[in-house]
Protein backbone atom coordinates (compact mmCIF):
# COMPACT_ATOMS: atom_id res chain seq x y z
CA UNK A 1 0.00 0.00 0.00
CA UNK A 2 0.95 3.72 -0.69
CA UNK A 3 0.14 6.76 1.44
CA UNK A 4 0.76 10.21 1.66
CA UNK A 5 1.51 12.50 4.43
CA UNK A 6 1.23 16.04 4.62
CA UNK A 7 2.64 16.76 7.94
CA UNK A 8 0.52 20.62 8.32
CA UNK A 9 -2.11 21.28 7.60
CA UNK A 10 -2.35 25.10 7.47
CA UNK A 11 1.07 27.30 6.64
CA UNK A 12 1.51 30.93 7.15
CA UNK A 13 4.17 33.02 5.69
CA UNK A 14 4.95 36.69 5.19
CA UNK A 15 5.32 37.79 1.33
CA UNK A 16 8.65 37.35 0.77
CA UNK A 17 10.04 34.97 2.97
CA UNK A 18 10.52 30.97 2.05
CA UNK A 19 8.02 28.14 1.61
CA UNK A 20 8.41 25.30 3.09
CA UNK A 21 5.49 22.95 2.75
CA UNK A 22 6.20 19.21 4.25
CA UNK A 23 5.30 15.67 2.50
CA UNK A 24 6.39 12.32 3.50
CA UNK A 25 5.29 9.41 1.66
CA UNK A 26 5.16 5.05 2.02
CA UNK A 27 5.50 2.68 -1.05
CA UNK A 28 7.13 -0.19 -1.08
CA UNK A 29 7.73 0.94 -4.70
CA UNK A 30 10.05 2.62 -6.38
CA UNK A 31 7.54 5.98 -6.63
CA UNK A 32 6.59 9.16 -8.68
CA UNK A 33 5.72 12.40 -6.66
CA UNK A 34 3.80 14.92 -7.71
CA UNK A 35 2.97 18.49 -6.18
CA UNK A 36 -0.33 20.28 -7.09
CA UNK A 37 -1.95 23.74 -6.54
CA UNK A 38 -5.34 24.46 -5.97
CA UNK A 39 -7.13 27.77 -6.19
CA UNK A 40 -10.07 28.41 -4.69
CA UNK A 41 -12.80 27.14 -6.86
CA UNK A 42 -10.57 26.04 -9.37
CA UNK A 43 -8.92 22.35 -10.76
CA UNK A 44 -5.36 21.28 -9.61
CA UNK A 45 -2.65 22.58 -11.49
CA UNK A 46 0.36 20.77 -11.62
CA UNK A 47 3.59 22.60 -9.82
CA UNK A 48 6.43 19.74 -10.35
CA UNK A 49 6.87 15.72 -10.72
CA UNK A 50 9.82 13.72 -9.49
CA UNK A 51 9.61 10.48 -12.02
CA UNK A 52 13.07 8.86 -10.73
CA UNK A 53 15.22 10.98 -12.56
CA UNK A 54 16.99 14.48 -10.79
CA UNK A 55 16.34 14.21 -7.53
CA UNK A 56 15.97 18.00 -6.97
CA UNK A 57 12.82 19.28 -9.03
CA UNK A 58 12.33 22.62 -10.48
CA UNK A 59 8.64 23.49 -11.21
CA UNK A 60 6.74 26.27 -12.20
CA UNK A 61 6.44 29.83 -10.36
CA UNK A 62 9.86 29.22 -8.76
CA UNK A 63 8.77 26.54 -6.86
CA UNK A 64 10.96 23.14 -6.42
CA UNK A 65 11.19 20.16 -4.42
CA UNK A 66 13.92 17.38 -3.16
CA UNK A 67 13.35 13.87 -3.37
CA UNK A 68 14.92 11.99 -0.63
CA UNK A 69 13.77 8.41 -0.71
CA UNK A 70 16.14 8.09 2.99
CA UNK A 71 13.67 10.28 4.91
CA UNK A 72 10.85 9.37 2.08
CA UNK A 73 10.69 12.83 1.94
CA UNK A 74 9.26 15.37 -1.26
CA UNK A 75 9.26 18.82 0.40
CA UNK A 76 7.44 21.42 -1.47
CA UNK A 77 9.59 25.11 -1.49
CA UNK A 78 10.29 28.43 -2.45
CA UNK A 79 12.80 30.62 -1.98
CA UNK A 80 10.37 34.34 -1.50
CA UNK A 81 6.41 33.85 -1.59
CA UNK A 82 4.27 36.10 -3.22
CA UNK A 83 1.02 37.37 -2.59
CA UNK A 84 -0.43 35.01 -5.44
CA UNK A 85 0.92 32.13 -4.21
CA UNK A 86 -1.95 31.42 -1.60
CA UNK A 87 -3.85 28.72 -2.16
CA UNK A 88 -3.87 24.64 -1.46
CA UNK A 89 -1.32 22.53 -2.35
CA UNK A 90 -1.23 18.51 -2.50
CA UNK A 91 1.30 16.13 -2.24
CA UNK A 92 0.59 13.12 -4.50
CA UNK A 93 2.00 9.66 -4.86
CA UNK A 94 1.91 6.74 -7.39
CA UNK A 95 3.71 3.73 -7.96
CA UNK A 96 3.56 0.52 -10.15
CA UNK A 97 2.96 -1.77 -7.97
CA UNK A 98 -0.44 0.22 -6.75
CA UNK A 99 -1.79 -0.20 -9.93
CA UNK A 100 0.09 3.23 -10.82
CA UNK A 101 -3.26 4.91 -8.91
CA UNK A 102 -2.85 8.54 -7.59
CA UNK A 103 -2.96 8.77 -3.62
CA UNK A 104 -3.60 12.43 -2.75
CA UNK A 105 -2.35 13.98 0.73
CA UNK A 106 -4.86 16.09 2.91
CA UNK A 107 -3.60 19.45 1.81
CA UNK A 108 -1.77 22.17 2.67
CA UNK A 109 -3.50 25.88 3.04
CA UNK A 110 -0.90 27.97 2.50
CA UNK A 111 -1.78 31.90 3.28
CA UNK A 112 0.46 34.92 2.71
CA UNK A 113 0.47 38.16 4.81
CA UNK A 114 1.37 41.19 3.09
CA UNK B 1 -6.25 23.70 -27.19
CA UNK B 2 -5.39 20.54 -25.11
CA UNK B 3 -7.21 20.01 -22.23
CA UNK B 4 -10.09 18.79 -20.02
CA UNK B 5 -13.58 20.36 -20.04
CA UNK B 6 -16.26 19.96 -17.19
CA UNK B 7 -19.71 21.46 -17.52
CA UNK B 8 -21.52 22.85 -15.71
CA UNK B 9 -19.54 24.79 -13.23
CA UNK B 10 -22.65 25.36 -10.94
CA UNK B 11 -25.25 22.89 -10.24
CA UNK B 12 -28.17 22.55 -8.17
CA UNK B 13 -29.78 19.55 -7.44
CA UNK B 14 -33.24 18.73 -5.72
CA UNK B 15 -33.82 15.86 -3.50
CA UNK B 16 -34.49 12.78 -5.00
CA UNK B 17 -32.83 13.49 -8.41
CA UNK B 18 -30.50 12.32 -10.58
CA UNK B 19 -28.03 14.82 -12.12
CA UNK B 20 -25.13 13.90 -14.72
CA UNK B 21 -21.35 15.73 -14.67
CA UNK B 22 -20.06 16.23 -17.62
CA UNK B 23 -16.60 15.48 -18.41
CA UNK B 24 -14.63 15.19 -21.60
CA UNK B 25 -11.32 15.30 -22.75
CA UNK B 26 -9.08 16.16 -26.06
CA UNK B 27 -6.14 14.89 -24.71
CA UNK B 28 -5.75 11.61 -26.40
CA UNK B 29 -5.86 10.14 -22.61
CA UNK B 30 -6.85 6.20 -21.87
CA UNK B 31 -7.39 6.66 -18.40
CA UNK B 32 -10.07 9.36 -16.89
CA UNK B 33 -11.12 9.81 -12.78
CA UNK B 34 -13.79 11.30 -10.61
CA UNK B 35 -12.69 12.61 -7.17
CA UNK B 36 -15.42 14.54 -4.83
CA UNK B 37 -13.89 17.08 -2.49
CA UNK B 38 -15.33 18.79 0.63
CA UNK B 39 -14.54 21.59 2.40
CA UNK B 40 -10.90 21.10 4.02
CA UNK B 41 -10.45 17.32 2.84
CA UNK B 42 -8.27 15.94 0.00
CA UNK B 43 -9.38 14.11 -2.77
CA UNK B 44 -11.39 11.06 -2.37
CA UNK B 45 -11.85 9.25 -5.38
CA UNK B 46 -15.38 8.00 -6.61
CA UNK B 47 -14.56 6.03 -10.20
CA UNK B 48 -11.92 5.20 -12.90
CA UNK B 49 -11.77 4.05 -16.10
CA UNK B 50 -8.33 2.59 -17.92
CA UNK B 51 -10.18 2.05 -21.14
CA UNK B 52 -13.37 2.83 -23.17
CA UNK B 53 -16.15 0.60 -21.78
CA UNK B 54 -14.37 -0.31 -18.44
CA UNK B 55 -14.95 1.01 -15.37
CA UNK B 56 -13.47 0.45 -11.47
CA UNK B 57 -15.07 1.44 -8.20
CA UNK B 58 -12.76 3.85 -6.24
CA UNK B 59 -13.46 4.28 -2.77
CA UNK B 60 -16.82 6.48 -2.16
CA UNK B 61 -18.20 4.51 -5.25
CA UNK B 62 -22.35 4.23 -3.27
CA UNK B 63 -24.49 6.28 -4.99
CA UNK B 64 -22.73 7.16 -7.79
CA UNK B 65 -22.28 5.82 -12.14
CA UNK B 66 -20.60 6.52 -14.48
CA UNK B 67 -20.56 5.35 -18.42
CA UNK B 68 -17.24 5.67 -20.76
CA UNK B 69 -18.30 5.04 -24.59
CA UNK B 70 -15.85 7.19 -25.54
CA UNK B 71 -12.44 7.86 -24.90
CA UNK B 72 -12.87 11.79 -24.59
CA UNK B 73 -15.88 11.46 -22.44
CA UNK B 74 -16.60 10.03 -18.36
CA UNK B 75 -20.09 11.02 -17.30
CA UNK B 76 -20.94 11.21 -13.56
CA UNK B 77 -24.86 10.63 -12.43
CA UNK B 78 -24.97 11.73 -8.78
CA UNK B 79 -28.14 9.14 -8.60
CA UNK B 80 -30.28 9.84 -5.43
CA UNK B 81 -29.06 7.57 -3.18
CA UNK B 82 -26.12 9.52 -2.68
CA UNK B 83 -26.84 11.26 0.64
CA UNK B 84 -25.02 13.58 1.08
CA UNK B 85 -24.33 15.17 -2.51
CA UNK B 86 -23.18 19.24 -1.70
CA UNK B 87 -19.35 18.90 -2.56
CA UNK B 88 -16.88 19.95 -5.34
CA UNK B 89 -16.39 17.31 -8.25
CA UNK B 90 -12.96 16.91 -9.54
CA UNK B 91 -12.57 15.08 -13.52
CA UNK B 92 -8.61 14.41 -14.73
CA UNK B 93 -7.25 12.24 -16.78
CA UNK B 94 -3.68 10.73 -17.70
CA UNK B 95 -2.05 9.39 -20.57
CA UNK B 96 -2.25 5.38 -19.05
CA UNK B 97 -1.36 3.55 -16.32
CA UNK B 98 0.12 0.82 -17.40
CA UNK B 99 3.87 -0.07 -15.73
CA UNK B 100 6.44 2.31 -16.44
CA UNK B 101 3.93 5.10 -16.84
CA UNK B 102 3.70 7.34 -13.76
CA UNK B 103 2.37 10.21 -15.58
CA UNK B 104 1.02 13.20 -14.38
CA UNK B 105 -2.96 13.63 -13.99
CA UNK B 106 -4.53 16.56 -15.65
CA UNK B 107 -7.52 18.33 -13.76
CA UNK B 108 -10.86 19.81 -15.29
CA UNK B 109 -11.72 22.86 -13.14
CA UNK B 110 -14.90 21.18 -11.06
CA UNK B 111 -18.57 21.29 -10.89
CA UNK B 112 -19.92 22.75 -7.67
CA UNK B 113 -22.76 20.56 -7.14
CA UNK B 114 -25.27 21.82 -4.08
CA UNK B 115 -28.50 19.68 -3.19
CA UNK B 116 -31.51 22.46 -2.92
Known amino acids: AQSVTQLDSHVSVSEGTPVLLRCNYS??????LFWYVQHPNKGLQLLLK??????LVKGINGFEAEFKKSETSFHLTKPSAHMSDAAEYFCVVSANNAGNMLTFGGGTRLMVKP | DGGITQSPKYLFRKEGQNVTLSCEQN?????MYWYRQDPGQGLRLIYYSQIVNDFQKGDIAEGYSVSREKKESFPLTVTSAQKNPTAFYLCASRKGIRPGMNTEAFFGQGTRLTVV
Open chain 2, 27 to 31: LNHDA
Open chain 1, 27 to 32: SSYSPS
Open chain 1, 50 to 55: YTSAAT
